[in-house]
């Protein structure tokens, strides 16, 4: 399931609520994935094709009950999962997929990674681990049937392995690709030629990680202002870059720093963070968002990159993750903006 270990569920749903309340408190307007599915399965066509997507492998008398439940309690089963040996079946008993009538959906908590709002359209990504392939197929009902996401065009229809956690957007009209375990440069380069192709950005910057590097490039980079970014320089130093234009020949670049300074046509404030306090030997306090510019939602444990950032003139509100990380994602990862603010 992705995860580095079995999970407290009273604990990290705690965190998760402690969580959506600093959002709230800086006025962000949240909405959840199962609210989202159990709107979408109210929508004509929906429930079924749904039900055949994620349900298709039970048995006919599991679907049946399903087909019968009301919407918000389908949505809940849908990403809960149906286990074989009944609803209350121990997740550690089960640790196939053929334990499962309906294989839960643990990595949905991230959202990031399967849907992602470029510009005025949206992007629905196909995930690369078949851990994950089905929640393209949520977000990609979401997609269609959400009134505002339905009005917006589309850059992809689930079928472009490129997770929004590889997907930066540095602003000024330049986006971040990066490349990696989970995206592919032949998938990079076909979502750079739609979104150069027709308006959507004036450049995407290819980053090519390490091969050692994270899983996604945005444990290594995020953004923290319009100016500012923050890296784990121990893979951005590594990561080379190439700048694609419409019209114009790919352009190699030694540093990705020095693509995106380039490609914004300004310096860049650069926080690096550092490894203390967290026990997640995957993070080093990288991946934070932006809830408006120059204020930023982290892990709380990161203490030694979250006094980094305050000494750069950045607002840090901490958070808890010591059960949240452990599906191997931060603050970023849990959320997947759709709208912002001017």
């Keep these: 399931m992705l995860f580095d270990g079995p999970v407290a569920l009273d604990a990290v749903q705690r965190e998760h609520d402690a969580f959506v309340a600093t959002l709230r408190g800086l006025g962000a307007q949240v909405e959840y994935v199962e609210d989202l599915l159990a709107e ?3 929508a004509p066509g929906e429930r079924a094709r749904l039900l055949r997507e994620l349900a298709g492998e039970a048995p006919a008398a599991v679907g049946e009950r399903l087909a019968a439940l009301p919407a918000a309690r389908l949505a809940c089963r849908l990403i809960g999962g149906v286990a074989a040996e009944g609803p209350t079946a121990s997740v550690r008993r089960l640790p196939g997929a053929s334990a499962w009538h309906v294989p839960p959906l643990p990595n949905l908590l991230f959202p990031r990674d399967i849907l992602a709002v470029l510009g005025d359209r949206v992007h629905v990504a196909r995930p690369a681990r078949a851990a994950r392939r089905t929640e393209g ?30 997907v930066l957007l540095a602003g000024d009209g ?32 290819a980053a090519c990680m390490p091969s050692d590097g994270p899983f996604h490039l945005d444990l290594a980079l995020t953004m923290l202002d319009h100016d500012a970014v923050l890296i784990d320089r121990a893979v951005v130093g590594r990561t080379h870059a190439v700048r694609w234009r419409a019209g114009h020949p790919p352009l190699p670049h030694p540093s990705l720093l020095g693509a995106l300074r380039d490609a914004l046509g300004r310096d860049l ?5 550092g490894e ?7 993070d080093r306090g990288a991946n934070v968002v932006a809830v408006r510019p120059g204020a930023v939602v982290a892990y709380a444990d990161n203490r030694l990159t979250n006094r980094r950032l305050e000494r750069a003139g950045i607002e840090v509100h901490g958070v808890a993750g010591a059960e949240l990380g452990r599906g191997r994602g931060g603050p970023r990862c849990l959320t997947c903006p759709l709208v912002r603010g001017a």
């Excluded at 990609?140 to 590889?166: F, K, N, Y």
């Excluded at 986006?175 to 440069?185: K, N």
């Excluded at 203390?276 to 995957?282: F, Y």
């Design 276 to 282: 203390d306090g967290s026990v997640r030997p995957w």
């Design 269 to 273: 404030r650069v926080v690096e963070a």
């Design 40 to 42: 979408a399965l109210e």
């Design 137 to 166: 197929t949520v977000a990609a009902s979401i997609a269609h049937t959400d009134p505002a996401l339905r009005a917006a065009g589309r850059w992809s229809e689930h079928e472009l392995s490129v997770e929004g956690g590889d």
């Design 174 to 205: 330049v986006a971040v690709i990066g490349i990696g375990p989970r995206t592919r440069s032949s998938a990079a380069k076909a979502l750079a030629r739609r979104l150069l192709g027709e308006g959507g950005m004036r450049e995407v910057i």
